[in-house]
């Protein structure tokens, strides 16, 4: 029997937040999405539902208190943390963005689709073909 992937969206935009659990459910409805609005909050929940850990993190990068790269930083210092792949989920498309952010320690750079087609095209990739083998 699969394992039911668990993914963790750090995002503090309601409606992307929607949009993206709508396109896993419409990719594969087991898929469990847990979602926190900044980078405080999704440490909280982590920390608190230890030693379970998600398979991955998406992570925006412009967010309040916490912003994408202080949590990224943060959680690759936590040893049962540092782990999990991490993809950038944001509206950047810049090369320094990708670089600096991969030089962190994230797996993956996503750039926010305007496009459900192409947004459920792009996770189905990450998820099942970038990963598969790791």
Known sequence: MKKVISIFLV???IDDQEIFVEVLSEI???IHCATAVDGEEALTILKNNLPQVPDYLFLDLNMPRMNGRQFLKT???IAILKSIPVVVYSTSSSLR???ELMTLGATYFLTKH???NALKEELQHVLFNEFENK
Do not use: G, H, Y
């Open 11 to 13: 995002d503090d935009d």
């Open 28 to 30: 594969n409805a087991s």
């Open 75 to 77: 959680i690759k210092t």
């Open 97 to 99: 963005d990708k670089e």
């Open 114 to 116: 305007t496009s459900l």
